[in-house]
């Protein structure tokens, strides 16, 4: 089968974590910063994340390398719109980017011309290529509950212009919804709508709380529901929408195997779940390589790639123009 052909929807993809390292080097030669190596393979190591990594801790540090390089204007706007091209050219559809708003202004850039920057590189890659998208702001549990009403306040002003969504991501501790409860709960009055990184970790709670306390319409990763029965029953209940990352799950050892990854019973019992890359760079991936790994691991037939591929465009935060131009691709 022809993965790189297969029409494709991306609903979870981290920005930072999605960086060609030859424009993080360009970048921090043309800006004066420094950087371990200016050696590509050097830096290899130093951005993407082993398969055999300790744990989601270990693995998350590979992003603050990518932040130096992402403070101005230009080189937001510039990431922007290559990661959209590098999707566009393996028939991705439509692509649902994240990022930490609050990450990139340690050199004066406010939240909101942050913001502008990234739709701008994304406008641009979307009038040069086949391909739509849109933005969901993240904003960090390892950053205070403030900074939260900070980054949903600021960017509201972009709602249906380049932003859909809010997220909650980072670290994972138990009982984190209760603590942003009152942000999130705001950005839904202002029409925001909510995804949540929650069972990344061994933590399937998580998820019950995210639907519960947060009205979380779909969820980043939800791995661990397959230990949680209560949480399992109502994200199938639901139909709560499962945004899974198989290679990033075995870095970040969510799972120790793509044999062992519950996607495909997940599916198979009905659960609606929809495979995405996390991030590009990190998890050395894109893709086709994570639909071949699907479809190679479970024997996954073009028919139920067809319907991964439905459910993502409903799941989707699009508009239904948009909705219907990207069931029209398939």
Request: net charge negative; glycine share 6%; proline share 3%.
């Amino acid at each position: 089968m022809n993965f790189l052909g297969l029409p494709k929807i991306e609903l979870h993809c981290h920005l930072d974590g999605s960086v060609r390292i030859e424009t993080i080097i360009d970048i921090a030669q043309k800006e004066g910063i420094q950087l371990p190596s200016f050696d590509k393979k050097e830096l290899q190591k130093e951005l993407v994340a082993p398969l055999e990594c300790d744990s989601l801790v270990e693995y998350l540090k590979r992003f603050s390398l990518p932040n130096l390089i992402m403070q101005s204007k230009e080189s937001l706007k510039r990431i922007t719109y290559e990661l959209f091209e590098d999707a566009a050219r393996e028939n991705v559809k439509y692509l649902e980017v994240r990022f930490g708003p609050l990450l990139h202004t340690l050199k004066g850039l406010d939240v909101e011309e942050v913001i502008q920057s990234v739709i701008d590189g994304m406008r641009e890659a979307e009038s040069c290529y086949e391909i739509k998208g849109n933005f969901i702001l993240s904003c960090l549990r390892s950053m205070s509950v403030e900074s939260a009403f900070e980054v949903v306040e600021k960017g509201k002003k972009f709602l249906g212009k380049g932003v859909v969504a809010i997220d909650l991501c980072a670290l994972e501790e138990e009982g984190f919804c209760e603590k942003f409860s009152e942000p999130i709960s705001l950005s839904k009055e202002y029409g925001y709508r909510v995804t949540i990184h929650a069972g990344e970790t061994g933590i399937g709670k998580n998820v019950l709380e995210a639907v519960e306390l947060l009205g979380a319409e779909r969820i980043g990763h939800g791995v661990f529901i397959k230990d949680c029965p209560e949480a399992y029953r109502k994200v199938k209940e639901k139909q709560v929408v499962l945004e899974m990352c198989p290679t990033s799950n075995i870095q970040t050892k969510a799972v120790h195997h793509y044999s062992e990854h519950p996607i495909y019973k997940f599916h198979k019992d009905g659960i609606k779940v929809t495979i995405n890359t996390d991030n590009r760079t990190v998890s050395d991936t894109t893709m086709s390589k994570e639909i071949h790994l699907v479809m190679r691991e479970f024997n996954l037939s073009e028919e139920d790639y067809r319907q991964i591929y439905l459910n993502s465009v409903e799941a989707s935060f699009a508009d239904q123009e948009t909705k219907k131009w990207c069931l029209a691709q398939y």
